[in-house]
């Protein structure tokens, strides 16, 4: 696929739009409910896009026609980071993108999509649905008049797209660096200027050197993105984003009016998304992997202990200023350590332990 193909191309763009609306359309007479979905992922972006394309059909074929879905992809409607505003002010009733980028308007939101030396996919589903995690985003949420759920996850992202080596910290310093999030805050933290772009925007700042090195999300995603044009060093682990969850995020009061069997249709939706994105990544990440390094040359490199005792240092100083800002940023932050301390625990004992010894015994490596 070529990537300007998915980016500009109307032909499947089309036929994906006409389906969110038409598959959405009753079967018999019946009252009905416009739901006007947002995104911050340009049409058929692998993996995000077609995501969020895939949960807007989805909702309404659920709700057999009850709510109207019509789904806009990034620029089609508003800008991808006006949808947030389109959403909160009632002029749209959903969005689907990464709920880090309004960090601006309060620094929690950071944490419901991935914020440094984080949770990961498993750790963050379970801090979400029991350990407080969902209580603490209903109420910062409550605070901009919308109600969210977690929608998708993409795991452990890389560390980025690099045009030199990073062997010390020092390197970093200057670097102009595409990173969303909590993580551009470390990076500043480091002599870095983080850069906030949308996804469409990513490959052409790349290739004109507006930014030196971007991160974006793994291989599958970054294969189509064609970054390996303009750099060559391919960093992991990402220590900003280790278990990137994304959201739909409703006006509340639309959602507050709906019957409790489309509320929970939506929410089953939502959780059903949160598990085949995630799916979806692992099965596709480690074959396009092989891809960008077989057929484009691409060196895989992996920060060294140096450079992320640098990153943690930098992230702890983060911490402590987003703490400061209010009660709710710090209570959320406090809810956080306390998953990630407990739940990362059990994690480190059986799924770490059990996945480094079988690959140990089978001579599975990198």
């Known amino acids: 696929m070529d990537r300007r193909s998915f980016l500009k191309n109307a032909g499947l763009g089309a036929g994906a739009a006409a389906a969110a609306t038409t598959l959405a359309a009753p079967a018999i007479a019946q009252s009905t409910t416009d739901m006007v979905i947002v995104s911050t992922w340009p049409r058929d972006f692998p993996g995000l896009g077609t995501s969020a394309q895939r949960l807007a059909a989805r909702i309404g074929n659920l709700t057999e026609g009850r709510i109207n879905v019509q789904y806009f992809a990034a620029g089609e409607r508003v800008g991808a980071f006006d949808s947030f505003d389109e959403v909160a002010s009632g002029n749209a009733q959903a ?34 649905k029991y350990g407080g995690g969902q209580e603490l985003w209903d109420e910062l949420a409550g605070d901009f008049g919308l109600k969210n759920f977690a929608a998708g996850n993409t795991g452990v992202q890389m560390g980025g797209w690099f045009n030199k080596e990073i062997e010390t910290a020092d390197d970093l310093k200057g670097l102009k660096m595409r990173i969303p999030g909590l993580g551009g805050d470390v990076m500043a933290k480091l002599g870095a200027s983080p850069v906030s772009l949308p996804g469409g925007q990513i490959y052409e700042n790349l290739v004109s050197g507006a930014v030196d090195a971007t991160e974006w999300v793994g291989p599958w995603n970054d294969y189509f993105m064609k970054f390996y044009e303009a750099a060559k060093y391919y960093y992991h682990p990402g220590m900003h984003e280790p ?18 069997t489309d509320q929970a249709i939506i929410e089953a939706a939502c959780m059903e998304e949160n598990a085949l994105q995630m799916a979806e990544s692992n099965a596709n990440n480690g074959v396009y992997l092989d891809r960008l390094i077989n057929e484009h040359g691409v060196e895989l490199k992996r920060f060294n202990d140096e450079v992320y005792d640098a990153f943690g240092e930098a992230a702890e100083e983060v911490f402590e200023e987003t ?4 009660d709710l940023a710090a209570r959320t932050h406090d809810s956080f350590l306390k998953a990630r301390s407990e739940i990362g625990r059990w994690m480190l004992l059986a799924d770490t332990g059990y996945t480094v010894q079988r690959n140990r015994v089978l001579g599975i490596s990198i």
């Open 95 to 128: 969005y689907i993108g990464a709920d880090y980028y309004w960090k601006g308007k309060h620094p929690a939101w950071a944490y419901f999509t991935s914020v440094p030396f984080g949770l990961t996919y498993a750790e963050i589903d379970a801090w979400i």
């Open 243 to 260: 278990g990137s969850q994304l959201a739909l995020g409703m006006n509340k009061a639309w959602f507050d009016g709906l019957s409790a």
């Open 323 to 326: 703490r400061e800002h209010s």
